[in-house]
C-alpha cells in the first residue's frame, strides 16, 4: 500500500500544478520561435489547449527587460487540440542594420488578464540598406 501513495502523491501533485498553469494561463504554449527573412522576422508557436484566450500580444524590445507591443493575434477561445500560430514582423528596418530583437507573447484572456509567456526568442533579421534607407527618410517627414 505504501507503494501506491508514493505514486499516487507526485501524481496528484503535477496534475494540479498543469491544471492550475492552463487555468491561470489561458493557454500552453510551446514551440515558440523566430525565423529571420529578408526585412522581416516571421514568429511561430502552438498553444496545446486553450482556456477563455482572446488572444496573444507579440511584443518585440531590443533588449531582454524593455519590449513594446507590436501586434496581437487572435486567439481560438477554447479548444484542447493542437493549434498553431504565426506572426509576421515586417517593421525591423526602422532600427539599425545590424540588430538583434527580442520576441515574446503575452496570453490574453477573455477578462483582459494578460500572462507572459517566459519563452522568449532573439532573431537578428538581414535588412537590405535600400529599405532601411527609405524608412529613414520617410521617418524625418513624420
Known sequence: ????????????????????????????????????????????????????????????????????????????????????YSFEDTNVFKSTITRTFYYRIQIVDTNDQKTVHSEMVAVSPSISGMKYTWGSIKALFR
Open 1 to 84: 500500500m505504501k507503494n501506491k501513495k508514493s505514486i499516487f502523491l507526485p501524481l496528484l501533485l503535477a496534475l494540479l500544478l498543469i491544471s492550475s498553469l492552463v487555468i491561470y494561463a489561458g493557454a500552453v504554449v510551446v514551440e515558440f520561435r523566430g525565423t529571420p527573412g529578408n526585412n522581416k522576422v516571421t514568429l511561430r508557436w502552438a498553444t496545446l489547449s486553450e482556456i477563455d484566450c482572446k488572444g496573444f500580444e507579440i511584443e518585440r524590445g531590443l533588449s531582454t527587460t524593455d519590449f513594446q507591443k507590436i501586434g496581437f493575434k487572435k486567439g481560438s477561445g477554447n479548444s484542447s487540440t493542437r493549434i498553431d
